[in-house]
């Protein structure tokens, strides 16, 4: 726990303590009854309402129409699935600024329902929800069916011997299993969905506003960095509660699981309503997730002969130093950065945490783990420089910061993906290969790893792309000459003119198609026979 620990308080808990102290601190003296006066206000009371809601709205949702998805690629097996698991990837990793305006293609005036049948959702908030499903649906699918692709079916086709329903079967025998994975799915979903930025920003306009919006409007806008820290507050506080039940309930019903080899539970669909089922889920896939992919591809080919592309080699000196499409080369490069940093840390605190023997405090850190999904990434960006920025750690000139960011981000995903597959771990195999003679790195190596390391992939996976569309902290703390994707697309978005326009839909092009070219690499590597266990 030594590392995860000291990485965090660095970098997290320094620059998020460092900003709230800025605000809430006049001349040495703390002003705390200026969190009263804020959240008694009836516009921020109204804020707070309205993000809860909508947050828990969007996960119940997300989890409605992805849960079936996750079967799906679970137990079924079908031409293009792994293409097809890399596609509904991709939404997860698109700045949140270019995929609202898709989505608002899609469903606001002029947009294509509007020309279809006349219908337009831009004014209600269900556009909301659905662009939350539309960015979250891949947390579900892939936290919850990577433990689902290794439940031993056998169980449940035992239930059904003894004279269970099929819906009984798996109400009383996978579902429980699965229960860890899918609280670990939802919460990641409602965490990214309590602190939405860029969907709310775009679709809801001024009519919805949750916290993340209004820290920005009172930093940006108003300039009122006292009250941008009081919000913080809450929604640190908010954040904690909720992260502290998931641990209490989740931990009370973790168990020992059979794992298997994925591949051995996969099968052709059988039968009426297993090809339904598929038929389903692939026509909410076409028109969820892929129609807002192919609205920005149509879109950046606007212009004759690829003209929106070729304007990505030139600087035009005015937004970047440097040519748009160099933003290409540092974002991977900064995400393999980012990815490493995130194993790394997360892999140490899942399997610190998965031990049975784990003290109280080491339990409590679970919950910690998770605060940097739900606290303000403008909180995290400004942080940076405010803290960063003397020695032994100044390092606002130097090139790791931006990857230290997004591994904030991506080392949650990492713990939340391998810590129910480490739970999940039979602890005689352990104490077996202990009682032979093992050491405790072998034990590791020879019984932990082969049965974890489709969920360390997997992990690594969520880390890279998340990497790749991480914009709320990289947006402060990337250099003119080194500009990220999702900061080149922002930058280009707010300038006028159909070629500006035209270059940041050509640029998240290239961002989807750099993100499904490396997870669908990632599913080949991640579907090689890992063993027999």
């Not at 102290?21 to 109204?46: E, F, M, N, S, Y």
């Not at 090139?399 to 981000?409: F, G, M, N, R, S």
């Amino acid at each position: 726990m030594a590392l995860p620990v000291a990485f965090f308080a660095l970098f997290f808990a320094w620059p998020v303590a460092a900003i709230v102290a800025r605000g809430l601190k006049t001349d040495g003296a703390w002003h705390l009854g200026r969190i009263a006066d804020v959240v008694t206000q009836p516009d921020i009371r109204h804020v707070l309402w309205f993000t809860t809601w909508q947050a828990l709205a969007s996960t119940a949702l997300t989890l409605l129409l992805a849960l079936p998805a996750g079967y799906v690629f679970a137990r079924l097996d079908f031409p293009g699935k792994h293409l097809l698991r890399a596609v509904v990837t991709v939404p997860f990793v698109l700045p949140t600024v270019v995929a609202g305006s898709a989505f608002l293609a899609l469903v606001g005036r002029g947009g294509l329902l509007d020309e279809l049948w006349g219908v337009r959702l831009d004014t209600t908030v269900w556009a909301i929800l659905l662009a939350h499903v539309f960015f979250n649906f891949a947390v579900v699918v892939r936290t919850v069916g990577g433990l689902w692709a290794q439940l031993d079916p056998r169980q449940e086709e035992a239930a059904r011997m003894l004279g269970a329903s099929p819906l009984t079967a798996w109400r009383k025998v996978t579902l429980p299993a699965l229960a860890p994975a899918v609280a670990a799915a939802a919460l990641m979903v409602f965490l990214f969905t309590f602190t939405s930025f860029g969907v709310v920003q775009i679709l809801g306009g001024p009519t919805f506003s949750t916290l993340e919006v209004e820290i920005y409007r009172q930093t940006s806008e108003v300039f009122d960095l006292s009250t941008a820290a009081v919000l913080t507050l809450v929604q640190f506080a908010a954040v904690g509660a909720v992260l502290a039940v998931h641990a209490w309930t989740v931990r009370r019903r973790e168990t020992a699981l059979r794992l298997v080899d994925p591949k051995a539970t996969a099968r052709r669909p059988r039968g009426a309503g297993q090809w339904t089922l598929l038929a389903s889920v692939l026509a909410v896939v076409a028109l969820l997730l892929v129609l807002p992919l192919a609205v920005l591809v149509r879109r950046s080919l606007d212009a004759p002969g690829l003209g929106y592309y070729r304007a990505l080699t030139h600087a035009d000196g005015g937004t970047f130093l440097v040519a748009p499409v160099h933003a290409v080369w540092t974002s991977l490069e900064y995400a393999v950065a980012a990815t490493a940093i995130a194993v790394v840390i997360g892999g140490l605190a899942a399997a610190a945490l998965a031990r049975r023997d784990a003290g109280r405090l080491v339990r409590g850190f679970d919950a910690l783990l998770m605060l940097p999904l739900g606290v303000s990434a403008v909180t995290v960006g400004f942080g940076f420089l405010i803290a960063l920025d003397k020695p032994p750690l100044d390092l606002r000139q130097s090139w790791i910061l931006v990857p230290l960011a997004q591994a904030l981000v991506g080392a949650p995903f990492v713990v939340r993906t391998m810590l129910p597959v480490l739970r999940a771990v039979d602890v005689r195999l352990r104490e077996a290969a202990a009682v032979l003679g093992a050491s405790p790195w072998r034990v590791w190596r020879e019984v932990d790893l082969p049965l974890v390391r489709r969920a360390l992939l997997v992990a690594a996976g969520f880390a890279f792309a998340v990497s790749l569309g991480e914009f709320g902290a990289t947006v402060f703390i990337a250099r003119p000459d080194n500009p990220t994707l999702p900061v080149a697309v922002a930058r280009l978005l707010s300038r006028p003119g159909d070629l500006n326009y035209g270059q940041a839909m050509a640029l998240s092009t290239i961002l989807m198609v750099v993100c499904a070219a490396a997870l669908l690499i990632l599913e080949r590597l991640r579907t090689d026979r890992t063993g027999e266990f």
